[in-house]
């Protein structure tokens, strides 16, 4: 990598092995002179996009976060409100797994087990961002039974607990045994929960 391109491009390029580094190697395996080296870059040349290790971590996950949003998120938030957005952002989620984004599954899936008993400023990005994450699944949940699209009793809390929860359970045995059958069951479990017809 050519440490003449524009700044921004090359903070892009970085973020980008960064989180295909840390995906295999953990996020506290990610260090300024492992990167530079990965990139053929001087320690110094990296350095001057960040200026330590926590602040690449934190970049990356910030990096990652918004790759997750850009897969998952937006494609839920374009469909029909409700049921329909609970069905797409589960649907989008498998499909984030199936192209491979980075290796390893969801990168912040295992961002959050590796950090979490390990307090500091990156543990708390990746807590802020599962949390705003769970209340987006609350809230389409919320709106489908606002929407009468789920039974009157049905508590948009649990049900968003018990659809990430699917998710995530997806991801680890997707990523062990790189079987698309988890996928496929997956999906109808999501939409035999959901009450819907397969997409």
Do not use: Y
């Not at 491009?9 to 980008?16: E, V």
């Not at 530079?36 to 110094?44: D, I, P, Q, S, V």
């Not at 996009?49 to 897969?71: I, M, W, Y």
């Amino acid at each position: 990598m050519s440490e003449a391109w524009p700044r921004e491009r090359t903070r892009d390029a970085i973020l980008r092995a960064a989180a295909e580094m840390a995906a295999t190697d953990g996020l506290d395996g990610l260090s300024l002179g492992h990167l530079a080296a990965a990139l053929g870059m001087t320690k110094g040349g990296l350095a001057a996009h960040f200026g330590s290790k926590q602040e690449l971590q934190l970049a990356t996950v910030a990096e990652a976060a918004r790759v997750f949003d850009e897969e998952v998120v937006r494609p839920a938030l374009a469909a029909p409100a409700g049921l329909g957005q609970l069905a797409a952002v589960c649907e989008a989620f498998f499909t984030h797994l199936e192209r491979h984004t980075v290796p390893g599954g969801c990168f912040l899936a295992s961002a959050a087990l590796e950090m979490a008993s390990r307090p500091g400023p990156v543990r708390d990005q990746i807590a802020a961002f599962q949390a705003r994450f769970g209340e987006q699944l609350r809230g389409f949940a919320a709106t489908a039974l606002a929407r009468r699209e789920l039974p009157p009793g049905e508590d948009p809390g649990r049900l968003a607990f018990e659809l990430n929860g699917i998710m995530l359970a997806t991801d680890t045995n997707f990523v062990l045994h790189h079987d698309p059958a988890v996928l496929d069951l997956a999906r109808q479990i999501v939409h035999q929960r959901l009450g819907v017809g397969q997409p």
